[in-house]
Structure formats: C-alpha cells, structure tokens
C-alpha cells in the first residue's frame, strides 16, 4: 500500500480506482482531484507508452542479436571454406613446382 496525502493506494488498483478514491475523500468539484485526476492520467499513459518501447525494443534487441549470431555462423563457414580453397591452391601449386 502506498500512501498519497493520507489516501491509501494498492499497487494493483487501476487510475480509475485511483481517481474514485480521489474523488470520494476529496470531492467531485475540488480542484485539486482535477489536477490529481490529470496526472495520474498523464502518468499512467506515460508508463504504458514507456513499457511498450521497453517491450519493443526487447524484442528488437533479441532479433538484432539472433541475426549477428547467424551472420557469424555463416562468417565462420564461409571462412573455413576459404582456408580449404588457399590449401587446395598452396598445394596445387606446390605440386607443380615439384612437377617443374
């Protein structure tokens, strides 16, 4: 439970339940609940929007990195296949100096 100017919140409780509290120990027309009623609002949209980039750029993250281990995979064949090309022509031209 957090407390907020003696009104005592649950963590679980939505913004609607938030500002009815509001409302109900302050009252409907006091311009205070007004102000309190917008940023809770302001607040609560802005973590949304803060969870969803973070829930976004996640994913993104977890793609970008899947996509660099591939591409080192397929580096490290390419690589291998390089390295048996140079031997096979290291020892093809070995053989003609031999041949010579």
Do not use: C, P
Request: avoid cysteine; aromatic fraction near 4%.
């Amino acid at each position: 439970m957090q407390m907020g100017d003696g009104i005592a919140y649950n963590q679980n409780m939505t913004v609607e339940e938030r500002v009815a509290k509001l409302e109900k120990s302050l009252g409907k027309q006091d311009e205070m609940v007004s102000e309190l009623r917008d940023a809770v609002t302001v607040t609560a949209h802005l973590e949304a929007s803060q969870s969803r980039m973070l829930k976004e750029h996640t994913e993104w993250l977890a793609s970008h990195d899947r996509t660099i281990a591939e591409d080192r995979k397929a580096h490290r064949e390419a690589m291998k296949d390089l390295d048996m090309r140079i031997v096979q022509l290291v020892s093809g031209f070995g053989e003609f100096m031999r041949a010579r």
